[in-house]
């Protein structure tokens, strides 16, 4: 499918279009708003997929403003410049001095435009600041769901589980399956971006998992999701920080 074609699923209603346009331009777009944000200091992947899930978003819902009289890609950039601008007057970050280069003007898309600067301590480091948070928010019988959750997609035993709650394997079992079974029917914000910031799973592979019909579905859940914690819980956005000074 093409681009005009997708354009035309998007106009009746169809979330097929913007799927197409979301695995064509997600990975492009991603990593020019990475060098934007680098560039004025705020290097951080998971505000680059905030923006660029919002900006698809916006995409989908203002699709009958877009007359074509561009690219996709050039429209797509055009709603990004706009949002990067728009958390850097929130967050109370320096304003660039000069006008935001337009999609042209950047390098070659084969171009290494944004040298990724996290590592695995990086990632773990985002993984300790969520797990910060499930205490507060988990309690009863399933407390240990995030945790039984996150071995499990890691690919470990039933019984390595048992052991690191502390429960016999059959009960841990049964724990597992309840887990799994309240995470597709109610989707856990915590557990899902778990999985996906310290396991590195994509949105395809969480979109069964949390009972999502698309990956565009699931990055904007996963940014409600962020947005939602660190409101609630201003310790996480601080850790989260704290992690991208190190």
């Avoid at 390098?107 to 590592?119: A, G, H, K, L, R």
Wanted: net charge neutral.
């Amino acid at each position: 499918m093409d681009d005009k074609e997708a354009l035309e699923y998007m106009r009746h209603g169809k979330e097929k279009g913007l799927e197409v346009l979301y695995k064509r331009y997600f990975g492009k777009l991603r990593k020019r708003v990475l060098w934007l944000l680098q560039k004025y200091h705020w290097p951080d992947e998971a505000i680059a997929d905030e923006i660029c899930n919002e900006v698809f978003f916006k995409f989908h819902k203002t699709i009958l403003q877009f007359q074509e009289k561009c690219s996709v890609s050039t429209w797509l950039y055009k709603l990004a410049k706009h949002e990067v601008l728009r958390r850097l007057e929130k967050e109370n970050r320096r304003q660039p001095e000069e006008p935001l280069p337009d999609w042209e003007e950047l390098p070659d898309e084969n171009e290494p435009i944004y040298d990724p600067i996290f590592d695995d301590e990086q990632v773990l480091c985002y993984a300790r600041c969520i797990t910060q948070v499930f205490a507060q928010v988990w309690s009863g019988k399933e407390a240990d769901c995030p945790i039984v959750l996150i071995l499990f997609y890691m690919g470990v035993s039933i019984e390595e589980m048992a052991t690191t709650i502390g429960k016999k394997r059959q009960a841990t079992t049964r724990l597992l399956e309840r887990c799994q079974k309240k995470l597709k029917e109610k989707p856990d914000c915590l557990t899902a971006l778990m999985l996906h910031h310290a396991i590195g799973m994509s949105y395809a592979e969480l979109a069964p998992i949390v009972g999502k019909p698309s990956i565009s579905a699931v990055g904007y859940f996963l940014s409600e999701c962020r947005k939602k914690i660190i409101k609630n819980n201003p310790e996480l956005k601080r850790c989260w920080e704290d992690c991208n000074h190190d």
